[in-house]
Structure formats: structure tokens, C-alpha cells
């Protein structure tokens, strides 16, 4: 398997897994994505329903994986899925376990990992194959990351303790919950840096890219990254696109539709990969918030990015996006892989107006055929409200992003054909808005006690390139001298 970027030259050799598993952005800017998606039949469905059976999802994972990864020896690779994926990692020994609700809906539930948010899914994977690869290189990494409340938490309890690895995490300054900001800010290790930056998550996702985009910096300090513009992050998540249809199926031809609350598009770009390969899946449900920068382009064929003034602090804050940074692996399959294309859009268009359109064009015309794509969007009436009749019709208490997907899916329900509603994280996280819409504090696991009174441990810093690249430099003078 090779990996290629969406805006390098044709032609150009492709990089094994491991060697973007450090990389992140590719050179060009661009974003790594396999040459090809490789294909499963019933037949390989029907096995991995035996493997999901029989060894569990560190097992489900290995058999997906080993089509993505093929220059970790198979044994190797094994072990990684195990570490990652048990039951002292995940509070369910089934990872991903699945709930039916009333409706037509599933809900996956994707948040038993240590920091209680579907991005312990992937990042528990990215630790291990970090540390695996690290150790084999004998190298060090410097990750630099930004997370809108999830990701950076999920990052650092991810990578705690990995000799190899240092975390400089940006969260935008006073936009998570006091439970999200708690999480990171209460981590007392001199290889965690929490950093927040003047602005909103956009604003912190454009520094990371461009401290990235300074290939000498880059090389000088061994950065990589673990959002999910890197490429092994989302790849893991396509392993619980897999799972879930197994839970939810019992013939191996059975279709099912996925609802996936996204701001940054990572999640259903796992889905959308899924679907690629040939996962039954009929609809990919795309839910936002009110900051529907994505749920605007699938309607229209206008992708507009919004200003920071511009980007609403809502309820579910995790999806507070306005640049989608994965949109541009999904547009590089849709313009059937022209990088040429992709590079002018991304590279030229939208840095220059703020925009493109692709609503004339033939590509756009055809979307939900090729690719079953829909979408719509989500406010906070709606979150209190679905919370709400979740909690009185199915006794079950679920996050405001998750409401977000449950609203959204619920238009989209075709009978016969489960819909599935990917979890983004528990409740707990969200406290003030569970307590508005039903009027009770949701449970809080005991690993979480008291965190919000626990020492803060961050660094203000002003939304400047050159200031993040002082700060990181400072940090790592004494590992390159």
C-alpha cells in the first residue's frame, strides 16, 4: 500500500504508511490518502464477522488495518491492536458497543476510552504504532496539535508516559467546557504543553499548519501531528465503521446508513473511506451544528469558510468549525482525484476568496449517487429538545453533539435500513447543557472526580506563528543539543 498527497505531481512514488505515520501534512501541503482504496467483498465481510466474533475488536482492527499497513510485520501489528484495544483501556470489553433506540436509530457508542470522547478510538492506536515506530527508528517526535474540546485530551492520556514524545496542544482560549479544559489543564508533565490561543479552533488549526508548512522547522524539531489530518488517525476510525454494521447486521449484503455529528469532517471521512471499500453502507448523514460551513456545500456546492467573528460558540463546541481540514481528502476523490484541481481550490481559491463552488459542475451533480452524501443541521433548541426525548423515551442520557446527530438522522430514516449514529462523547462533559434540558446532572465516572479544582497547567499565547514557534523551541533546545 502507498500513500499519495491530494495536491502532489502525478507520478510521483508513493510513501509506505510509516513514513507519513510521522509526517502528518504532506511537503506540498497537501493531505496523504492510500493510491488506491483497497476492496472487500462479502466474502471478506463474512470473515471479518467471524474475526469480530471469535477475537474481539483488537482482532476486527488487525484484519482492517492489515490492508492499510503493510510494512509492520503482521505479529508486530497484532500486538499494537491489542495494547490499544482491552478492556483495561476501554470501560466495555466489546470497545464499541451499540445501542437500539426508538426511531429506526443505533447509536454506537464510541466514548468508554480513557478521556471519555470517540477520539480515544483512534488515538490510542496512534500512541502504540508512535511508540512502536519511534522505537524502531530511534528517533523523537514533537507532536503539534489543536483541538476545538476532544482531540487534545484524547491526544495527551494517549501519549502520556511515551518516552519518545512531547504534546504541544492549542485549545482556543475559553471555548471548551470547564470539564474539556480541565481534562488537559490538570496534567502535570513536563511532556504535555497546553497552549491557548487568542481566537476560536480555526484560528489554532491555521497555526499548526503554518508552523507545519516550515519544512526546515519541521525537520529542525521533529514535529508531527495527531489531528486527524494524519492519516493513521483516521484509518483507525474506519475499524468502528466496521464493527457497528456488524452489530447492527446479520446477513453480509445487509445496507445500513451512518449519522455522524462532524465539524472537522474526520469522522465521516472515515465513513466515507468505509463506503469506498465497500462497507454496505447506503447514506453517510453529515450533522453540524450552527456553524454549518459543511452542511452548506452538500446543499449547494459552496464551500464558504467562515471568519473566527463569524463561527458561533454553541452548545456542542467540539464541532465550533469553520476550515474543515479534512473536506479536502473528500474533494480530492469527488474531482475523481485530480490533484491539479484540488491544489488550485485549496491552495489559491480559498485562501484568496474565501470560498469555492463547485455547484456547476458535473462532480457535484452526481454527489449522492457516487458517494451518499447528505446532510443538515442542528441548533441548540433542537440538542435540548432530543436530549430530552432520548431521556424519556429510551432512558438514555446523551451528549449535545450525539442530539445534534440523533435530529439530523431521524429526517433521514428509511425503513428497513438501520441508521446508525456515531457517539461523540459522554455526557459528563456537557454538563450545563444535560442540566437545561432535563434537569439533572449526568453521571460522572469516578476517574473524573474533582478534576475541575485540580491545578492548571497552560500557556497564553497570542494567535502568532512566529510566538508558537519561539515557545516550541524553547521546550525543545535541550533534546537537540
Known amino acids: 500500500m502507498r500513500y499519495l498527497s491530494t495536491r502532489g505531481e502525478p507520478g510521483v512514488p508513493g510513501l509506505g504508511f510509516c513514513d507519513i505515520l510521522l509526517e502528518g501534512l504532506a511537503p506540498d501541503g497537501g493531505l496523504f490518502l492510500p493510491a488506491s482504496y483497497p476492496r472487500v467483498d462479502a466474502a471478506e465481510l463474512a470473515r471479518w464477522r467471524a474475526v469480530l466474533a471469535s477475537e474481539g475488536y483488537a482482532g476486527l482492527a488487525h484484519a482492517v488495518l492489515s490492508l492499510f499497513i503493510d510494512d509492520i510485520p503482521a505479529a508486530d501489528l497484532r500486538g499494537i491492536c491489542d495494547r490499544a484495544y482491552n478492556s483495561g483501556v476501554f470501560s466495555s470489553p466489546e470497545i464499541v458497543p451499540v445501542t437500539e433506540i426508538e426511531g429506526g436509530l443505533w447509536l454506537a457508542h464510541l466514548s468508554g476510552g480513557p478521556t471519555a470522547a470517540f477520539k480515544d478510538m483512534a488515538m490510542q492506536l496512534l500512541g502504540q504504532l508512535f511508540e512502536y515506530e519511534l ?101 483507525a476510525q474506519v475499524v468502528y465503521y466496521v464493527a457497528s454494521w456488524l452489530r447492527v447486521t446479520s446477513a453480509d449484503d445487509q445496507v445500513v446508513s451512518f449519522c455522524v455529528p462532524t465539524g472537522n469532517f474526520g469522522n465521516i471521512c472515515a465513513g466515507h473511506v468505509a463506503r469506498m471499500m465497500g462497507l454496505p453502507i447506503e447514506t453517510l448523514v453529515l450533522a453540524t451544528n450552527e456553524n454549518n460551513v459543511l452542511d452548506e456545500f452538500f446543499r449547494t456546492g459552496i464551500y464558504r469558510v467562515r471568519s473566527s467573528a463569524e463561527t458561533h460558540a ?43 463552488d463547485l455547484s456547476d459542475t458535473p462532480e457535484f451533480a452526481g454527489l449522492p449517487e457516487r458517494f451518499g452524501f447528505v446532510s443538515a443541521a442542528s441548533t441548540h433548541a433542537d440538542r435540548l429538545a432530543h436530549i430530552a426525548d432520548v431521556y424519556r423515551r429510551d432512558g438514555l442520557v446523551v451528549d449535545p453533539h450525539t442530539a445534534d446527530g440523533i435530529k439530523v438522522a431521524r429526517d433521514f430514516v428509511r425503513p428497513g435500513v438501520p441508521m446508525i449514529v456515531t457517539e461523540t462523547a459522554l455526557p459528563v462533559k456537557f454538563s450545563a447543557t444535560i442540566v437545561e434540558a432535563i434537569g439533572i446532572e449526568p453521571d460522572r465516572p469516578a476517574a473524573f472526580a474533582g478534576i475541575e479544582s485540580l491545578p492548571r497547567h497552560v500557556v497564553n499565547l497570542p494567535n502568532d506563528a512566529e510566538a508558537l514557534k519561539a515557545l516550541i523551541a524553547s521546550h525543545t533546545s535541550a533534546q537537540l543539543a
Open 314 to 356: 454553541t452548545s456542542s463546541p467540539s464541532m465550533d468549525i469553520s476550515k474543515a481540514s479534512n473536506f479536502e481528502r473528500f474533494v480530492f476523490d469527488l474531482l475523481g482525484r485530480d490533484a491539479a484541481r484540488v491544489r488550485e481550490l485549496f491552495a489559491v481559491r480559498l485562501p484568496r476568496d474565501g470560498y469555492f
Open 135 to 235: 522505537e524502531r527508528r530511534g528517533s523523537e517526535l514533537n507532536i503539534l496539535g489543536a483541538t476545538s474540546g476532544d482531540t487534545g485530551s484524547a491526544a495527551e492520556y494517549a501519549m502520556l508516559g511515551l518516552p519518545r514524545v512531547r504534546v504541544f496542544m492549542l485549545t482556543p482560549e475559553g471555548r471548551m467546557t470547564p470539564f474539556q479544559q480541565a481534562q488537559m489543564f490538570s496534567i502535570d508533565d513536563p511532556s504535555i504543553v497546553n497552549i491557548a490561543v487568542e481566537g476560536v479552533f480555526d484560528d489554532c488549526q491555521d497555526l499548526v499548519k503554518a508552523v507545519a508548512g516550515d519544512l526546515r522547522f519541521k525537520q529542525r524539531h521533529s514535529l508531527g501531528a495527531v489531528n486527524s489530518i494524519n492519516w493513521a488517525r483516521l484509518v
